[in-house]
C-alpha cells in the first residue's frame, strides 16, 4: 500500500469506525467550537468522579488555557474496563485527534489481563494513558498530601485518608453517600481540589521515581507533547513519555498515577501556571 492509500484508509478508516457510533455520540461540530481550537478526547473507566473531574477542568480552566476536554460518553453508566476505555476514546475520536484514556489498576476486577492490554492498544493507536495504581482516588488524594502506601490494587485505605483529610473538605461521605454525592466531585469537593494541581502534579511525580523498578524517573519530562497523528510509536518511546523504564510492569507501578500528564499537557499545575 503507497504512503498516499495509507492516508486515505486512514481518513476512509475514521468514517466506518464510527459507522456504529448513535447520532447522540457524534462530535457535534457546533458544540464546542466557540470554547477552543484544542479539543482533546477523554474516555474514562469510572462513569462518575472522573467525567466530574474533566467538567471541573473544563469549566474552570478551559478558556483560559484553550482547551476543551471532549468526554467520550459510552452511552450508559456502568462504567468500563480498561480495554474498553482505549476502545471507547478510538470510537469517537479521529487518527489525528489527542486521545487519552483513564483508567485504574484496581485489583477486585481482575485486571492482570486487561491492564497489559489496555496499555498495548492504546500504544498501537496513538492514545495516551493514565493508569492509576490503586485507582483515581490517588490522584485526588496527592492534592492535599503526598502518599506513598502500597495497596496492591485495592484502594480501601486512599479512600479513607481522603475522607478524613482536613483539608478534603466534603469528601467526608465520599463513596458512602448515596447518588451523585457519592462518587462526585461538585460543589465542595471540587472546589476543594481546585488550586492545588501544582502539589498533585509534584506527588504524581515523585511516585514516578519511586516506583518499585527502581529504574524510572520523571524528572527530565517537562512538556507532555501530543502522541505522533499516525499512532506509529513504538511501545518502549510511548511508555518512555510516563518516565517509567522500558521493561516497567504497570501491574507493579504501586502506587502510582499518570493523570498528572494530563495535566501538564494541558497547562496546568506547573511552576509557569503560577504554581497552581
Ligand atoms: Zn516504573
Redesign the pocket.
Known amino acids: 500500500m503507497s504512503k498516499g492509500d495509507k492516508a486515505q484508509d486512514r481518513r476512509g478508516g475514521r468514517r466506518r469506525d464510527r459507522g456504529g457510533v448513535p447520532d447522540r455520540l457524534r462530535r457535534a461540530p457546533a458544540s464546542y467550537g466557540d470554547r477552543s481550537n484544542r479539543v482533546v478526547y477523554v474516555a474514562c473507566e469510572g462513569s462518575k468522579t472522573e467525567p466530574d473531574y474533566v467538567s471541573l477542568l473544563n469549566k474552570t480552566y478551559g478558556r483560559d488555557k484553550n482547551f476543551w476536554l471532549k468526554y467520550c460518553y459510552p452511552g450508559h453508566t456502568n462504567g468500563l474496563d480498561p480495554v474498553e476505555t482505549v476502545e471507547q476514546v478510538l470510537m469517537e475520536a479521529g487518527p489525528g485527534d489527542e486521545k487519552w484514556a483513564l483508567f485504574d489498576r484496581d485489583a477486585d476486577d481482575n485486571r492482570d489481563r486487561k491492564i497489559p492490554d489496555a496499555m498495548r492498544l492504546a500504544a498501537d493507536e496513538g492514545v495516551q494513558a493514565a493508569l492509576s495504581h490503586p485507582s483515581f482516588e490517588l490522584w485526588l488524594l496527592l492534592h492535599f498530601q503526598h502518599w506513598t502506601g502500597q495497596e496492591h490494587g485495592h484502594d480501601e485505605k486512599v479512600k479513607d485518608r481522603l475522607r478524613r483529610h482536613k483539608d478534603a473538605k466534603g469528601f467526608k461521605d465520599y463513596d458512602k453517600a448515596s447518588g451523585d454525592r457519592g462518587k462526585g466531585l461538585n460543589d465542595e469537593r471540587g472546589k476543594a481540589l481546585l488550586g492545588r494541581e501544582a502539589a498533585a502534579v509534584r506527588n504524581a511525580r515523585k511516585l514516578?521515581k519511586a516506583?518499585?523498578?527502581g529504574?524510572?524517573s520523571a524528572d527530565r519530562i517537562e512538556k507532555i507533547a501530543p502522541l505522533p497523528a499516525d499512532g506509529t510509536e513504538k511501545y518502549a518511546e510511548w511508555t518512555a513519555r510516563t518516565g517509567?523504564?522500558p521493561g516497567?510492569d504497570p501491574l507493579k507501578?504501586d502506587p502510582?498515577t499518570d493523570v498528572w500528564r494530563l495535566l501538564v499537557g494541558l497547562g496546568l499545575g506547573t511552576e509557569e501556571d503560577g504554581g497552581r
Open positions: 514516578v516506583c518499585p523498578s529504574r524510572c517509567h523504564a516497567c507501578r502510582s
